[in-house]
T-cell receptor
Framework: GAVVSQHPSRVICKSGTSVKIECRSL??????MFWYRQFPKQSLMLMAT?????????EQGVEKDKFLINHASLTLSTLTVTSAHPEDSSFYIC????????????FGPGTRLTVT | GDSVTQMEGPVTLSEEAFLTINCTYT??????LFWYVQYPGEGLQLLLK?????DKGSNKGFEATYRKETTSFHLEKGSVQVSDSAVYFC????????????FGGGTRVLVKP
């Protein structure tokens, strides 16, 4: 149990376009999901906390107008990178918070975004 | 604020060698402590955890003990395999952090046959 999926696993887009990444909790309800960004050979940087039915809480330094987060249901959160630029190229990972499992966070497999 | 410091890698070992990855933390109160493993091109998987002082987390031959007196949570495995090659992240979840995880920088481990 406690599987989190992400789609797509890899995406290449042109500079100036927008890209949507989906994060789904497959077998549990997640009132809270987290979005992370990971640069090559570095640790995870928390971007924002996504709460079902309310606005996301962004970490300091993360542009909320650039990284749009929507958590419309208890099993789905989306991250949209708007007007993407090459510096947005990164590995994006989501995690879902399972309140039925000691508040364990379960991580998705990640999405590799490349902006050309 | 909360922080996690872990030894930098890469750590290169031969198969069946003993592995230790040091992790120390700074946090108010008594956080929960975690080790996550990330295989190439994948997300993170929980390896083990400990929620209170002196707890020992263990999984797949890996162990780590929550040491409050030294604020440490070192990861150990007695005999590594090539399949243990991955990046290992130490993390904590503080009581006042809204259940957010704070990660260390990660330690890359390479096990050679």
């Amino acid at each position: 149990g406690a599987v989190v999926s992400q789609h797509p696993s890899r995406v290449i887009c042109k500079s100036g376009t927008s890209v949507k990444i989906e994060c789904r909790s497959l077998d549990f309800q997640a009132t809270t999901m987290f979005w992370y960004r990971q640069f090559p050979k570095q640790s995870l940087m928390l971007m924002a906390t996504s709460n079902e039915g309310s606005k996301a809480t962004y970490e300091q330094g993360v542009e909320k107008d650039k990284f749009l987060i929507n958590h419309a249901s208890l099993t789905l959160s989306t991250l949209t990178v708007t007007s993407a630029h090459p510096e947005d190229s990164s590995f994006y990972i989501c995690s879902a918070y399972n309140t039925a499992s000691s508040y364990e966070q379960y991580f998705g497999p990640g999405t590799r975004l490349t902006v050309t | 604020g909360d922080s996690v410091t872990q030894m930098e890698g890469p750590v290169t070992l031969s198969e069946e060698a003993f592995l230790t990855i040091n992790c120390t933390y700074t946090a108010t109160g008594y956080p929960s402590l975690f080790w996550y493993v990330q295989y190439p091109g994948e997300g993170l998987q929980l390896l083990l955890k400990a929620t209170k002082a002196d707890d020992k987390g263990s999984n797949k031959g890996f162990e780590a003990t929550y040491r409050k007196e030294t604020t440490s949570f070192h990861l150990e495995k007695g005999s590594v395999q090539v399949s243990d090659s991955a990046v290992y992240f130490c993390a904590l979840r503080g009581k006042a952090a809204g259940n957010k995880l704070t990660f260390g920088g990660g330690t890359r481990v390479l096990v050679k046959p």
